[in-house]
């Protein structure tokens, strides 16, 4: 049963969690501040980034630093921005947890013209992982940690005509084609950093099935009947454990995804994911994917 009292000493570590506000995000970077590590809380609202700072800080007896940062993973030059600005104040970064994320949202674009839940959960890491890389590098043994999620399991192919919404929404599947994508692009990291020889690992992550306010757009009624369907629902800091595994423990092997220990991976404690369908391992479809992104946003990836 492993918890936040097996991450190890984190002391000299630098870490960034997007979307850490709130829900697993938030109990993301509050156990890895506890841990000693230097901490920046990257979210897009400046007054929920400096409440959950406040929180954590009086919840916790960290030493270290808790930085904001703003970062909207709607709009890819705010997420150079971002990057740029982390990267005048530090040389390196050990651990980037792209954690943010969108679900079922009323259909819409990110500003750059991109269906909002594959633009913000998997562009927008995608750009930021990108315009970081040069710190990835040169530091030893970063590691990556992008979250995905049992949904995407339930898709079997990415529709590239459709990414900007240039033909119809569903919600549930664009949500799952995004979470595809973040898998997808874990994998094909953790393939480019080890092809390159560079010490960096990338990891995927679920958190099962946790009640955070990723649920914000599915009506009362609708929800109470979707938890009801889950056999348990897990809290925020539980949820957090298989991140928290990811990018930490020295056990954590590079391309693989972890996730929730019990039934259908809903709740439990962190291990390795048994969801694997054609579409997550096909390599031709992450490359593919990976050359739409880079072309789509003019990013080149330099390992
Ligand atoms: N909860 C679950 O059961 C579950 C299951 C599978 C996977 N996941 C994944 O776990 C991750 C964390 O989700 P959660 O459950 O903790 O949800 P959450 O409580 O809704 O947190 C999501 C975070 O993402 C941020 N975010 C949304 N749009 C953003 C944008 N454009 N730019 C920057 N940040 C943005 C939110 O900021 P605001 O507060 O400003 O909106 C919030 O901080 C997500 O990737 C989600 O897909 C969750």
């Known amino acids: 049963m492993w918890t936040k009292n097996n991450i190890p000493d984190l002391s000299g570590k630098i870490a ?11 109990e993301t970077a509050k156990a890895l501040y506890e841990a000693g590590a230097h901490v920046t809380i990257a979210a897009r609202d400046f007054q929920k980034g400096k409440d959950a700072i406040k929180k954590i800080q009086s919840e916790t007896a960290g030493v270290e630093t808790l930085d904001y940062g703003m970062l909207d993973l709607a709009n890819i030059g705010l997420i150079r921005e971002f990057a740029d600005h982390f990267m005048q104040k530090h040389t390196k970064l050990d651990m980037l947890i792209n954690n943010a994320g969108v679900m079922v949202p009323p259909a819409a674009k990110t500003d750059d013209g991109f269906e909002m839940q594959f633009g913000v959960n998997f562009m927008g890491h995608f750009a930021l992982t990108g315009y970081l890389l040069p710190l ?12 995905s999620s049992g949904a995407a399991t339930l898709v079997d192919s990415i529709d590239f005509d459709n990414l ?3 033909k119809n929404y569903d919600e549930w599947r664009e949500y799952a084609v995004s979470k595809l994508a973040d898998i997808l692009f874990s994998y ?20 099962g099935v946790t009640r955070t306010d990723l649920q914000r757009n599915i ?10 369907a889950f056999d348990q629902v ?6 957090a454990l298989p991140s928290l595994f990811a990018a930490t423990d020295p ?7 972890y996730g929730p220990d019990g039934p259908k991976e809903y709740a439990g404690y962190p291990a390795l994911s ?7 391992n096909d390599e031709a479809l992450a490359k593919r994917l990976w050359e739409y992104a880079e072309n789509a946003i003019q990013l080149t990836y330099k390992f």
């Open 164 to 166: 900007r919404l240039e």
């Open 188 to 207: 094909e990291l953790d393939r480019r950093f080890k092809n390159a020889r560079i010490s960096a690992i990338s990891v995927a992550a679920h958190p």
């Open 219 to 228: 009506p009362g009624e609708n929800l109470e009947g979707m938890v009801a």
């Open 251 to 257: 056990s954590v092997e590079g391309g693989k995804f």
């Open 234 to 239: 897990m809290e925020p800091w539980q949820g």
């Open 274 to 280: 048994g969801h694997h369908t054609a579409a997550m």
């Open 16 to 26: 960034i969690v997007t979307g850490s506000n709130t829900g697993i995000g938030f």
């Open 136 to 147: 990835v590098k040169q530091t030893a043994n970063a590691r990556v940690v992008t979250l």
